[in-house]
């Protein structure tokens, strides 16, 4: 079984990699102008706008393979690097994270799936966009529950751990709200999720380095305590 200390360390890693592949996907849209969030709602020119998209989206697409496998691997070392891993409330929420790992999966194949047939000519009927669309939109809303159920578990010694906490079970699962409340606003609830992401990653390293060093602190004094 891992130490708190090394699942500290693998988390920071993993955290440090979603982050990099998080910008390349991001560097992938801003260039190319395609998201695969354009794809994960039904629309009227999906067929037509998959096709053109599709080489731009296949890079996106490998991306996220691994970004899928970077974030589970975080939320699960997270906790126990933090001390929380047996709370309940804790298993619950990764256990609905790992869910998302999985939904993102299928989610990933089937575009990919989706836009081979329309590079091919064949048709997409209304029931494959309306099951992609279903896919896309329960895998984000288990991960709003996953961040809450997480984030309510979450130590608040002090003002980074607790505004870490915060942002990690809050902003999300409001902007998904809007998203499904105000279609409209799907593109912008993109972006902000995108920034959310990125924004909770950055959060993890800080309060992961914080809970390293003053477990290096414990285990230093402890040290010269018994020398004494």
């Known amino acids: 079984m891992l130490t708190p200390l090394a699942?500290?360390?693998?988390?920071?890693?993993?955290?440090?990699?979603?982050?990099?592949?998080?910008?390349?996907?991001?560097a992938i849209t801003a260039a190319t102008g395609v998201s695969q969030e354009a794809f994960e709602v039904v629309r009227p020119d999906y067929a037509v706008a998959i096709?053109?998209?599709a080489p731009a989206l296949r890079a996106i697409l490998g991306l996220d393979a691994l970004f899928l496998i970077a974030y589970a691997v975080v939320f699960m070392l997270l906790p126990r690097a933090l001390g929380v891993a047996d709370e309940p409330l804790v298993r619950l929420g990764v256990g609905a994270m790992l869910t998302v790992a999985a939904l993102d999966a299928i989610e990933d194949h089937h575009l990919a799936a989706l836009a081979r047939l329309a590079e091919h000519g064949l048709p997409i009927d209304s029931a494959a966009l309306?099951?992609?669309?279903?896919?896309?939109?329960?895998?984000?809303?288990a991960s709003y529950a996953a961040l809450v159920l997480v984030a309510v578990a979450l130590p608040r010694r002090d003002p980074v751990e607790h505004a870490f906490a915060w942002s990690l079970g809050l902003p999300l699962p409001l902007a998904g709200a809007l998203a499904f409340a105000w279609p409209a606003a799907e593109a912008a609830v993109g972006v902000a999720?995108?920034?959310?992401?990125?924004?909770?990653?950055?959060?993890?390293?800080?309060?992961?380095?914080?809970?390293?060093?003053?477990?290096?602190?414990?285990?230093?004094?402890a040290a010269t305590g018994a020398r004494a």
């Open 7 to 26: 699942a500290n360390h693998l988390a920071r890693v993993a955290a440090g990699v979603a982050i990099a592949i998080l910008s390349a996907m991001v």
């Open 51 to 53: 096709a053109d998209a």
């Open 130 to 141: 309306a099951l992609q669309h279903v896919i896309s939109q329960v895998k984000f809303h």
């Open 193 to 221: 999720r995108w920034g959310g992401f990125m924004a909770g990653f950055v959060g993890a390293i800080a309060v992961l380095t914080r809970a390293a060093r003053a477990r290096g602190r414990a285990d230093a004094a």
